[in-house]
């Protein structure tokens, strides 16, 4: 069992920065994968980008590429989510994820998800 709670979000103008945190929980995290997805209103949540539990392999969405970069910290139990450049069609609630499967390059939700964080970009 794993519980996540995310955190970072908040209103940033078009071209600025956040980072986004997310802390788990559960004797089990140090060896999930771990995702970043995003949800906006009326739309299906989308998949951004992964990180496998050693930390050496990430994967980024086409739409995030370049822009946005996950890392994680085992020993905190941490993973992070920084958003450079940011646009306003990336307002969105985002959600981390734990168990994530990467096929074809792109992300399916595991079993365990965090509450969101809402991030605003103003044009």
């Known amino acids: 069992q794993v519980q996540l709670v995310e955190s970072g979000g908040g209103l940033v103008q078009a071209g600025g920065s956040l980072r986004l945190s997310c802390a788990a929980s559960?004797?089990?995290?140090?060896?999930?994968?771990m995702g970043w997805f995003r949800q906006a209103p009326g739309k299906e949540r989308e998949f951004l980008a992964a990180?496998?539990?050693?930390?050496?392999?990430?994967y980024n969405a086409d739409s995030v590429k370049g822009r946005f970069t996950i890392s994680r910290d085992n020993a905190k139990n941490m993973v992070y989510l920084q958003m450079n450049s940011l646009k306003p069609e990336d307002t969105a609630v985002y959600y981390c994820?734990?168990?994530?499967?990467?096929?074809?390059?792109?992300?399916?939700?595991?079993?365990?998800w965090g509450q969101g964080a809402q991030v605003t970009v103003a044009s």
């Open positions: 990180i496998t539990w050693t930390g050496d392999s990430t």
């Open positions: 559960g004797r089990m995290f140090g060896f999930y994968t």
């Open positions: 994820n734990a168990g994530t499967r990467v096929e074809h390059g792109v992300g399916k939700g595991g079993d365990y």
